[in-house]
């Protein structure tokens, strides 16, 4: 689209009609094309007859601190409640519900967490990287429900869905993070938003699409560069997986962060991480500028406590 077309919708609601004029510089400049000469105002008429929410995934609620989460292979079990709603003119403007385990004694589960299990995609991504007892809300557009036609007698067409999802039961967990060192008794500072982090590390892969080694291999360390120096904030390039592994860590202490693919370098990195290998991250915290203080160690509050969450 063109940048006058794309600001010209933006803020659109179903039903809503609009008149977009743009000048030649949001439109086809100087040159035009084919059939729009160069230096053309434009005015385009537009109704908005459906529109679909994009993909997302919400953390409501953390029972305690994740040092375990849920990956691809892992088995898992959740409560659900599932809904759905149709974003077109004259259709209903409420929630309809199709299913919620929360009333009933029994959880769905357990059952394994893969790409083609019989679940919709987007029910399937909303449940990667959730910890035990950790609470979600995942709106899901139709190209990841149930598509443009729907299914007979359960969805209809075009619709988006809406999950709150619980995760009650987990085995073999993708991402893990164990304690190799202990923080001392009396923590000077913990690593939260937007302190800074000088952090020790050792970097090894397994597996990946061309080599099923298991064992792990070597691929970076701090040995020999002194400390990695950073801001811990959404800002700073940190794969999903050690942000999360590192938050609440104390100065000393010293931990392994295990992390499937997806919360690392899913694609690979050039020259550096081939796709879909799993990362190791050995992790020792030098010191910690503007971290929290404590008299003593403490486990880490949940993460609704501290407004900042290291899924994102």
Same mark, same amino acid.
């Given at each position: 689209?063109?940048?006058?077309v ?14 977009? @004029?743009? !000048? !030649? ?13 160069? @230096?053309?105002?434009?005015?385009? /008429?537009?109704?908005?007859? #459906? ?16 040092? /375990? ?17 149709i974003?077109?003119?004259g259709?209903?403007?409420n ?7 929360? %009333? ?5 589960? $357990?059952?394994?967490?893969? !790409? &083609?299990?019989n ?9 990667? +990287?959730?910890?035990? +007892?950790?609470?979600? /809300? ?6 990841e429900?149930? =598509? ?35 923080a $001392?008794?009396l ?21 990946? @699409? ?13 040995? +020999? ?7 811990? @904030? ?8 050690l942000?999360? +592994?590192?938050? #609440?860590?104390?100065?000393?202490e010293? #931990? #392994?962060?295990?992390?499937?693919p ?5 694609? =690979? ?8 290998a799993?990362?190791?991250?050995l992790? %020792?915290? %030098?010191?910690? /500028? ?5 008299? &003593? ?6 993460l609704q406590?501290t ?6």
């Amino acid at each position: 689209m063109i940048p006058g077309v794309d600001q010209g919708l933006k803020g659109m609601c179903v039903g809503e009609t609009r008149i977009v @004029n743009i !000048p !030649p510089h949001l439109g086809y400049g100087e040159t035009g094309t084919d059939t729009i000469p160069g @230096n053309s105002t434009l005015k385009f /008429e537009y109704k908005l007859v #459906r529109s679909y929410p994009q993909f997302s995934i919400d953390t409501i609620s953390k029972e305690k601190p994740c040092m /375990e989460a849920a990956g691809i292979g892992s088995d898992v079990g959740i409560d659900y409640s599932a809904h759905y709603k149709i974003m077109e003119p004259g259709k209903t403007k409420n929630w309809t519900i199709l299913d919620s385990t929360f %009333e009933r004694d029994q959880y769905w589960g $357990p059952f394994k967490l893969e !790409p &083609e299990g019989n679940y919709v995609t987007g029910l399937y991504k909303g449940m990667l +990287g959730m910890c035990i +007892g950790e609470m979600r /809300e995942v709106v899901v557009p139709p190209q990841e429900g149930y =598509g443009w036609k729907g299914q007979d007698d359960y969805v209809p067409a075009h619709a988006t869905l809406f999950f709150t999802i619980q995760l009650i039961h987990l085995k073999k967990p993708t991402f893990r993070v164990e304690v190799l060192k202990k923080a $001392p008794s009396l923590c000077p500072a913990r690593v939260v938003l937007d302190s800074t982090v000088k952090l020790h590390y050792s970097v090894y892969v397994m597996g990946g @699409n061309w080599h099923k080694s298991t064992k792990p291999e070597l691929i970076d360390s701090s040995a +020999g560069k002194g400390a990695w120096s950073f801001v811990y @904030n959404y800002d700073t390039d940190l794969v999903r997986g050690l942000r999360k +592994g590192i938050f #609440r860590m104390c100065i000393g202490e010293k #931990r #392994r962060i295990i992390m499937p693919p997806e919360m690392a370098w899913s694609q =690979g990195l050039t020259d550096y991480v081939r796709p879909d290998a799993h990362i190791i991250f050995l992790v %020792e915290v %030098e010191s910690v /500028e503007g971290g929290i203080q404590e008299e &003593e160690v403490l486990p880490a509050p949940g993460l609704q406590d501290t407004g900042f969450d290291p899924d994102l």
